[in-house]
């Protein structure tokens, strides 16, 4: 299937009148990370594969299985985008999950040297608004940033007509996928521009069509996503903002 393109991310076009504590907290813990390593992070940050992928540590939850034996890791990269949900007319009803987009930025070598910062960069990210008028091209534009970060897009994450949750990485592979486990986001998670709770972590494991050797994919270090519980005063479909770190592993 054809990859649909998506916009990434304005640069520095911060939304931080929504909710003005939960950015600033984020993104002060984000830049006071990257400049305790600012000799090395430098050069790091524009650099996504010539790093040891061995050194790098995924952040785990309880109740999230951990990769199966013998998988090797292939990639990092950080999701920014929208949770897609609607709401059915009835106020009291909760609203339906209907998928999510993305635009994936590599991350690669930065959380095999410094996972502490790169696990920071969603928390950060999800004050900084989408720009969902963005052209495909500008979204391939290695010019464009992810809020501050230097960072090169390195593919997009969406959801199929049939529902299935689809990762295409160009060159390095895709990935269509389903749930295999989840868990509740730390209470410590950044809240997404309006106060919205963090999605669930969750482990995907790869279906048929898989290329290049992708085998499961994790969703940790989520930041926003979360739907309010009622549909009160919505109605069809909406979306949320959210950011997340991804990682890839090979079967």
Sequence with gaps: ??????????????????????????????????ADKVPNAKSTLGSPLTCDLAKAVMPTL?????????????????????????????????PKAVGAVATLFNVTCLASKYPDVSGHIPGMAVHFDFDASASAAAAADTSDRLGPATLLVSGHHYFTAAGVPFFDLGGQGHIPCAKN???????????????????????????????????????????????????????????????????????
């Design 1 to 34: 299937m054809a990859a649909t393109a998506f916009a990434a991310p304005s640069y520095l076009q911060i939304n931080s009148l929504a909710n003005p504590l939960a950015a600033l907290n984020a993104i002060t813990t984000y830049f006071n990370l990257v």
């Design 62 to 94: 309880p109740g999230l299985p951990s990769p199966a034996p013998g998988s090797q890791l292939r990639h990092v990269a950080v999701g920014r985008g929208t949770q897609n949900y609607t709401c059915d007319g009835n106020p009291s009803s909760k």
């Design 181 to 251: 486990a989840s868990a509740d986001a730390p209470s410590t998670a950044t809240v997404g521009q309006k106060g919205e709770v963090a999605v669930p972590w969750l482990r995907l494991l790869a279906t048929k069509d898989a290329t290049e050797g992708l085998g499961e994919v994790f969703r940790v270090s989520t930041a926003g996503g979360s739907p309010p519980d009622t549909c009160k005063d919505l109605n069809g479909p909406f979306q949320v903002e959210y950011a997340a770190e991804y990682w890839f592993w090979s079967k």
